[in-house]
């Protein structure tokens, strides 16, 4: 009975040891990388918000551009301006001119405003 007991102990002594070793490893290595790839997304997602808040403002504040009616919307860097309104040729090249001026722009699309 006592060589039984030991015998126990001691497999799942070692069962504990190799599990613990186990998960230590995937644990120190795996959420660093995960980790790192969540502050990548979180940081260009910080990034378009800001981008998409500043073009935002500049078009309200833009006497002549029709900023309420403009919906802007940035992926990556990207900015996309689009419209329900029509705005003219004149308003559509002043957002244009206004969103690329933001620090962070990587292009700007204005497929989505329609021109009269």
Same mark, same amino acid.
């Given at each position: ?18 599990? !613990? ?5 995937? /644990?120190?290595?795996? +959420?660093? *990388?995960? &980790?790192?790839? @969540? ?35 940035? !992926? ?5 301006? /689009?419209?329900?309104? +029509?705005? *003219?040729? &004149?308003?559509? @090249? ?23």
């Amino acid at each position: 009975m006592k060589k039984f007991a030991i015998a126990a102990a001691t497999a799942t002594a070692l069962t504990l040891t190799m599990a !613990n070793a186990a998960f230590a490893q995937q /644990s120190t290595q795996a +959420p660093m *990388t995960l &980790a790192a790839g @969540e502050v990548t997304k979180t940081k260009e997602a910080a990034s378009d918000t800001w981008i998409t808040t500043k073009v935002k403002a500049d078009l309200m504040t833009e006497k002549g551009v029709p900023g309420s009616d403009i919906k802007v919307e940035t !992926n990556k860097g990207v900015v996309s301006l /689009s419209s329900d309104t +029509p705005v *003219t040729s &004149a308003q559509k @090249e002043m957002a244009i001119s206004i969103a690329k001026k933001i620090k962070g722009v990587q292009a700007v699309s204005a497929d989505g405003l329609k021109a009269e």
